[in-house]
């Protein structure tokens, strides 16, 4: 298993992902209104893991450059297919790694809304954020912690995964979380639970660059 095999997973099922709808919907707006409330006008940002990018064609009108990137194209296709419909100036998609960025790219903010469980290499991950940032720059993230979830939720990803039914899911708990962003060199300025359905171990965290 690989990136590329996560890529495929994503690929394939692409169309049925934008067709399926935002569970908790006060919980996803509750995010967006303080992310929002967080980015500049004079900002540039950058989405990793942005899937068919319904988030970014919500904040990309807020800041002067907004790129999304996701590692499937198909994903990618269906949030060009979006902003052929409702174009954004500042907005542009790309099907990337946060790797594939550096060395050149810097950014104000760094945005990963269901993102950081996925990734295979965590804490090389964070550190790719790290750099990828300007002095100061903020990393905002909404992450699902697995290792908080239902029991047989934690046995049944990597079964899922074993036979091609599901991507990489990463197994952490949210104080592992927050200590691997701590160890990335960043300070976390806030850490908090916008669910407004279920036990909320999605924790939105905002972490400054030291």
């Known amino acids: ?73 198909g994903m990618i296709a269906i949030a060009e297919e979006k902003r052929a419909a409702d174009p954004v100036q500042s907005l542009v998609f790309r099907t990337a790694t946060a790797e594939e960025l550096m060395p050149d790219a810097s950014f104000n903010t760094v945005l990963g809304f269901n993102y950081l469980h996925l990734v295979r290499d965590l804490p090389g991950t964070l550190r790719t954020i790290h750099a990828l940032l300007v002095a100061d720059g903020v990393f905002i993230s909404k992450t699902p912690c697995v290792g908080e979830m239902n029991p047989l939720i934690r046995l049944a990803v990597p079964a899922m995964r074993a036979v091609g039914l599901a991507p990489y899911a990463g197994i952490f708990r949210a104080a592992e979380l927050s200590q691997q962003i701590s160890a990335a060199g960043f300070d976390i300025l806030a850490s908090e639970n916008h669910a407004t359905k279920g036990n909320g171990n999605r924790p939105f965290i905002v972490a400054r660059k030291r």
């Open 1 to 73: 298993m690989s990136i590329a095999s996560d890529a495929r997973f994503w690929d394939r099922t692409s169309r049925k992902y934008a067709k399926g709808v935002i569970a908790d919907q006060a919980g996803y707006q509750r995010t967006l209104e303080r992310t929002r409330a967080l980015l500049r006008s004079s900002d540039k940002v950058l989405e990793l893991g942005c899937g068919t990018g319904t988030t970014a064609l919500k904040l990309a009108g807020d800041v002067r450059d907004y790129l999304a990137t996701d590692v499937s194209t």
